[in-house]
């Protein structure tokens, strides 16, 4: 049992890193609070003083506020069923044995560790270009009229590329809770004559539940803030701007930085509101 000179030097151990890590959250988060109540314009005068809710006003007032939260849930929603379904497919596939099991595994995580950027320029440029695209020849192929992904299609394609970037997280996190169910279980359910549906529905799945959870709560914090796929390949055109490309397009068009953190103070608000709707939801899973 620890005694209180140990938990006195622990916590001043620990002192250290709580108080840089509080630092490094609440001091931007301060600084654009105050920022979000002034007129900032560092290209064009500087400090103009303070403008109180102003550009908490212009912001949502905004026609293309509310489009783009749209755009954000979807892009988050969609990802979300696309990742969780074909995640548990595969982390099923790659849980049986097979030949060059653990470069299989390597090969289907890999796109996790490649640079949302390059992944974005690559599925553009190699994949859904309309003339010289894989897809493009695909088409051809079958006699078919190349489809313009990004113009066409930009609101799928966007979560088509964002999709196969998460795709080995979920994986990887739903392979490993796969690896820990009681084979015991599966195979005293095959025996008692239950077909691979059945077992699926009532032993696989309500053991991946946890898992599915965690999965859902870190991929929504990320894919709330997406803005490198969409910068590089439709640069938010075709209905495809998000709240945070809003806030970049805002903050470039007027150069005000009040006005850009005003937006920032709301991509917060959202993104607080779907946490607490998530976990109050799906968290209750974590405490089972």
Do not use: C
């Amino acid at each position: 049992m620890a005694t209180q000179h140990s938990r006195s030097a622990a916590r001043f151990m620990m002192a250290p890193a709580v108080i840089l890590l509080l630092g490094w959250m609440l001091i931007p988060l301060t600084m654009t609070l105050i920022f979000s109540f002034k007129k900032y314009l560092p290209l064009r005068g500087g400090d103009l003083g303070w403008v109180g809710f102003d550009n908490y006003v212009r912001f949502v007032s905004s026609s293309a506020f509310w489009p783009s939260v749209q755009t954000t849930l979807i892009i988050v929603g969609g990802v979300l069923l696309i990742t969780i379904i074909f995640g548990v497919l595969l982390s099923i596939l790659l849980d049986q044995p097979m030949w060059g099991q653990g470069i299989v595994r390597i090969l289907v995580i890999a796109p996790f560790f490649v640079m949302p950027t390059v992944s974005a320029l690559v599925w553009k440029n190699m994949f859904m270009d309309p003339v010289n695209g894989l897809f493009a020849h695909l088409w051809k192929a079958f006699g078919a009229q190349p489809i313009e992904w990004l113009s066409d299609l930009s609101l799928f394609s966007i979560i088509l590329i964002v999709s196969w970037q998460w795709l080995p997280f979920a994986t990887l996190i739903l392979l490993t809770a796969i690896q820990s169910l009681d084979s015991e279980q599966l195979e005293a359910a095959e025996m008692d004559g239950a077909p691979p549906l059945s077992r699926f529905a009532f032993i696989i799945l309500p053991h991946l539940s946890r898992a599915i959870t965690i999965v859902v709560l870190i991929q929504t914090i990320f894919l709330l803030a997406i803005f490198a796929e969409i910068f590089v390949t439709t640069s938010g055109a075709f209905g495809t701007r998000t709240l945070t490309y809003l806030i970049y397009q805002r903050v470039l068009e007027s150069q005000n930085v009040g006005l850009g953190s005003a937006g920032g103070v709301y991509a917060i608000i959202l993104a607080n509101i779907v946490a607490i709707f998530l976990m109050r939801i799906v968290g209750k899973n974590l405490d089972t």
